[in-house]
């Protein structure tokens, strides 16, 4: 089976990663940044292309969500499988006669940061039965977690990952500014952080819950008011606070 993907970015770096690791092999990697596809062609020893769309029987588009429409119109094979990995779409924003599909992993990714891929959940949709088939077979391959899911489905899996990872990792950015305006050492948190994120794989997250806010402690929460100078650390400080009361109240 002949299969290409479409993009440049992290997602489609990691997928070719874990297809050609899992001896999976890409006919062609597509797309229009030169200088990123190069560089992953050279490591994965995957030709690549931004001008000449290799025939295929499976294209898999990996770009930005807002891209993917104006992306898919560039295939032409109408007996091909489209997919693509975002969260937040529908099979349906696939422009063409081909048959449509969506294969979202469940991750943050980077380029500059291993992977373990068999622990990457993967979720899949397609128009039939045999088109789902394959591609959690594909899956199935690379990760240890595969499912079929409706778009309904995969909308909240996106959602609930904006508040698990994009909104927790925004923290993480906040914090390290107050750090870097105190000279203090982000990594000092590292230990702090990392039991957090352990403890919820055998504690529900309500229930393990501390600080000043679920113990109603406010002398501490008016102390810490009080040396927040930069007005949104505050405002974040205050908002997440009053979810905090308004749960275990």
Known sequence: MQTVIIGSGNVAYHLAKAFIQNRIEIHQIFGRNEIELSKISKELAIPYSTENLAEADLYIIAVSDSAVENVSEFIKNDNALVAHTSGSLPKEILKGHYRKASFYPLQTFSKTKKL??????????????????LLFEIASVISDSVEIS????????????????????????????????????????????????????????????????????????????????????????????????KMYQ
Do not use: W
Request: aromatic letters at 10%; hydrophobic letters at 35%.
């Open 116 to 133: 373990d891929y068999s622990k990457i959940p993967f979720f899949i949709e397609a128009d039939d039965q045999i088109d789902e088939k």
């Open 150 to 245: 409706t778009y309904e489905k995969r909308k909240y899996i996106h959602l609930t990952a904006v508040f698990a990872c994009n909104f927790v990792n925004h923290l993480f950015a906040r914090a390290k500014e107050i750090c870097d305006s105190q000279a203090l050492d982000f990594n000092y948190f590292l230990p702090l952080i990392n039991e957090t994120v352990e403890k919820i794989s055998h504690i529900d997250p309500k229930s393990a819950q501390t600080g000043p806010a679920v113990r109603g402690d406010e002398r501490v929460l008016k102390l810490h008011e009080e040396l927040l100078k930069n007005e949104e650390q505050l405002q974040i400080y205050k908002t997440m606070n009053e979810s905090i009361k």
